[in-house]
């Protein structure tokens, strides 16, 4: 049976799954369509997570379970918790360590930088939908039922990478072309390029220093201006024009799909600066961000 199984297929799941069949380790990659990347060492599994006993059969004889999957972005109160329910359960049930992808919704709002010690007393739905899912597996951890961790990132980079930057700027800019952007382009924020994740994720599924707290990826911090800049040159493009969208922009996007109108639940990390400490995993698995241009170039 497989070592390690990664559920979801999104940009970091295909990334932490290819991250680990190059490593040497047997990987199964559970997705509800068995897509996936075509890799001797991954084998592609078509399944419902959501059917737990189905998926404690397909976790039979694997050590770590890696958590990656997500439901659409604007149905995650109703969706995601059990989805998540599911998939700690089979992974108790497969007596398998269980490292989850989360990101950084769940802390208390703050001026300062975000740190693992920052309080988890979130004020937006989906912050408290995120709060909740780690405390459920951390209480599983505490109670003996299995090892967890999590590593949490956001505002993603690299190919496949789903972000309001790769979203609404990045096809913009590499066409020369006027990108409307969410917040403010000149705020710090912090990036994490997909590969760093999955690094990330890799590297605290075999450590024992890792389990029963969560981690931050290795971060980019640099503003959405620079970043597009970045691009532009990487492309040849001209420089970049960035207008912020408005609140009618919004709601003419929203009539082509519901994820937009769930932007501005989380305005408050786009228009002022945004920044996480990355120092806890830098410092206890050496583990450090690639460059901005190394992730734009991906």
Known sequence: MAE???????????????????????????????????????????????????LAEALAGASTVFNAAMTAYQTWPETMPPLFT?????????????????????????????????????????????????????????????????????????PGAVSAFTLLVAPRVREGELALVHGNPDAAHSYAYTEDVAAALVAVSG??????????????????????????????????RLEPLTERDLALLSFTDPLWRE???MSYMSERPFLVDDSDIRDTFGLKPSTLREALAS
């Open 207 to 240: 450590d024992e220093r890792a389990w029963g707290r969560g981690w931050h990826a290795p971060v980019i911090t640099t503003t959405l201006r620079q970043a597009a800049t970045t691009l532009a040159e990487l492309h040849a493009a001209p420089e970049p």
């Open 4 to 54: 390690s199984v990664v559920i979801g297929a999104g940009a970091t799941g295909v990334a932490t799954a290819r991250q680990l069949a190059d490593s040497g380790r047997r990987v199964r990659l559970i997705t509800r369509s068995g897509t996936g990347p075509d890799h001797p060492g991954i084998e592609r599994i078509a399944l419902d997570a959501g059917r737990t006993g189905e």
């Open 86 to 158: 599911s998939i700690l359960a089979a992974t108790e049930r497969a007596g398998a360590d269980y490292v989850m992808l989360g990101n950084h919704y769940g802390y208390q709002q703050t001026t300062g930088p975000v740190t693992e010690r920052t309080p988890m007393v979130p004020n937006t739905r989906k912050g408290r939908v995120r709060a909740q899912l780690w405390q459920q597996a951390k209480d599983a951890h505490d109670e003996g039922r299995l090892r967890v961790t999590e590593v949490r990132a956001g505002q993603y980079l690299g």
């Open 263 to 265: 932007f501005a639940e």
